[in-house]
């Protein structure tokens, strides 16, 4: 099973570098395209209304304002950094910028694509309330697999895609089918894959095999 088309969402985030190496290498691994999506949104200094508000509220309240120069300086910084590490990493891609409405423009993207690369905000950032937004945005209505990079740490083993180690939180439904599923293309490179059900009750019995037995 392979990847691809990866959707990268780049923003004000320290997770940005950590976002490039591991979509970059996921993308040569696989021979995957790659599109980077910048909101600009997400670069701009925290707006009142937006914050108490949500992203689709504050869309129809806040249609009309520009987005400062400062905004669209650092959005070009990124793209340049992100087209010089797809040169360097020999990757096909495109760039695109959500002004207007961020989340619907993710989401006509997000359609298309077989993985959506965040960075988790940053907990004492300027915005982490709208960035966490935009992505839960994304989970519940894109219908496609999210990989959320940490804002802290570093994923070398990951990045190499391959002897790390994954944990799979199963139960018997539809969206831990659909999660493992759509997992397969990292998880065939983990070194190791421990599966954990957790049963209802201390003492619950457990007739005949475990089950998570027959995913295992």
């Known amino acids: 099973m392979a990847l691809r088309d990866i959707l ?8 940005n570098e950590q976002q490039l190496a591991l979509t970059l290498a996921l993308a040569v691994r696989h021979g995957a395209r790659v599109s980077g999506f910048c909101p600009l949104d997400l670069l701009a200094a925290p707006r009142p209304a937006m914050e108490l508000l949500g992203y689709g509220e504050a869309m129809a309240t806040d249609q009309e304002a520009a987005q400062p120069s400062a905004v669209a300086a650092h959005a070009e910084q990124l793209e340049t950094v992100f087209r010089e590490e797809l040169g360097r990493f020999g990757v096909a891609g495109a760039w695109h910028v959500g002004d207007s409405d961020p989340p619907a423009a993710l989401l006509r993207l997000a359609h298309q694509s077989d993985l959506i690369v965040f960075g988790q905000p940053q907990p004492e950032g300027a915005l982490p309330g ?4 935009l992505m839960q945005h994304v989970l519940l209505e894109a219908g496609r697999p999210l990989l959320v990079v940490p804002y802290a740490g570093t994923f070398d083993a990951l990045a190499r895609l391959e002897g790390f180690h994954a944990l799979i939180g199963w139960t018997e439904t539809r969206e831990a089918a659909r999660a493992v599923h759509d997992a397969l293309p990292l998880l065939t490179g ?8 957790i ?18």
């Open 8 to 15: 990268m969402v780049l923003g004000d985030a320290p997770a």
């Open 130 to 133: 709208r960035a966490a937004d």
């Open 199 to 216: 049963l209802a009750g201390r003492d619950a019995p457990i007739d005949g095999e475990p089950p998570a037995a027959e995913l295992a």
């Open 190 to 197: 983990a070194g190791a894959v421990t599966v954990l059900t």
